[in-house]
């Protein structure tokens, strides 16, 4: 996401990280677009991969590391994450992907906690406009993957629609808004809206992203607030690759659905970049 096009390609999880509190379901309804949705994401990954001849007009690669002490349903609030991340731009349309290892403190019998949670977000230009406030329309779709220490596990398939918009405020790097309908593993689908931005100037980075889960009969609707502020020190230390530091601050109003559970977390942040 610096140019960082971070959130702009990729949908966030509304029950990624750490989810040990959600139960699995003894049984799964039966779905054609589920299956559908996981064609789509895999040809359009495939063809990130496959076709040579497309034009990449953006590709970064980074390694994250961030520590805070102030989560929610976490051991002593305490989370350790290191994050591998892809993301390119292309004549066609675009991917992300991201691994995150996540740590937490000694529970009272001296255990870790700890999860490897991920995605793969393709996106698929259909339409571009010129002076407009919608500057490309897309295809997206979203592959969520995870498991911790707990024995929980997830495979989560999003697909929907979205835009890149032109903001006009001066620094904006990308914003975007998609709606996607949800099929996940363990509770009932739903909707999420979300929303991406990013913004620098003089070295400073400010980018983000917002989710708004939806309609689900299972668990609350939820909100996801997550802004990243950071300094690129390339300049300063004379580095051929950007290397920021900073904060990132998570608010989450029912995170994962529990109701009342309303996380307010800043981490510190070292991102790297390849």
Known sequence: MHFDLRTSLLSTSKLSDQQPFIQKKSSQKPSL??????????????????????????????????????????????????????????????????????????????????ETYGELSPTLKLATFDNSF????????????????TGFDQDNYLVGIGADLNIPIPGTT????????????????????????????????????????????????NIHINPQIKYNLQEVLGIDNRLEVGMEYSYWKNKYGVDGVNQSAPSALVKFHF
Request: charge should be negative.
């Open 33 to 114: 677009l589920k299956p559908l949705s996981m064609v789509a994401v895999a040809i359009t990954a495939f063809g990130s991969m496959s076709n040579l001849q497309a034009k990449t007009y953006f590709t970064d690669t980074s390694v994250s590391v961030l520590y805070g002490s102030d989560y929610d349903l976490v051991e002593d609030g305490e989370l350790t994450t290191v994050t591998l991340e892809h993301v390119s731009a292309h004549d066609w349309g675009g991917i992300f992907f991201f691994v995150d290892r996540n740590q937490g403190a000694n529970d009272i019998e001296n255990n870790r906690f700890r």
């Open 174 to 221: 990308y914003a975007s808004a998609t709606l996607y309908h949800a099929f996940n593993d363990n509770i009932d689908d739903d909707q999420q809206i979300t929303l991406t931005y990013g913004w620098e100037r003089n070295n400073f980075v400010v980018d983000g992203f917002i989710d708004y889960s939806f309609n689900n009969d299972d668990i609350e609707d």
């Open 134 to 149: 919608i500057k490309q329309v897309n295809l997206a779709a979203t592959y969520e993957f995870g498991s911790n220490s």
